[in-house]
Nanobody, 116 residues
């Protein structure tokens, strides 16, 4: 059974940094691309970043380019999202996502709040 468990969220001041982690299980992690999404209150869920199965290619939403970095450790079945220069508008619940055998799976999400 596929499981995705996010961690690392919290309260941070504007300009600060956080590193989110997503531990995956129940599938061959190294065979699948992984994604981070986020959803702010009253807004639709949006794609933040994507990384290919071997980690050789990444893509970011325009507003995150240069501030966020997605990475993965296939030996640990974990994908990361390093977030720097955080802004209040980055406040959201951040979700790990994978499409495994045509099914879309989500973690429970981790709250990130950027506020002074």
């Amino acid at each position: 059974q596929v499981q995705l468990v996010e961690s690392g969220g919290g309260l941070v001041q504007p300009g600060g940094s956080l590193r989110l982690s997503c531990a995956a299980s129940g599938f061959t992690f190294s065979n699948y691309a992984m994604n981070w999404y986020r959803q702010a209150p009253g807004k639709e869920r949006e794609l933040v970043a994507t990384i290919t199965s071997a980690g050789g290619s990444t893509n970011y939403a325009d507003s995150m380019k240069g501030r966020f970095t997605i990475s993965r450790d296939n030996a640990k079945n974990t994908v990361y999202l390093q977030m720097n220069s955080l802004k209040p508008e980055d406040t959201a619940v951040y979700y790990c996502n994978a499409i495994v055998r045509l099914h879309r799976y989500w973690g429970q999400g981790t709250q990130v709040t950027v506020s002074s």
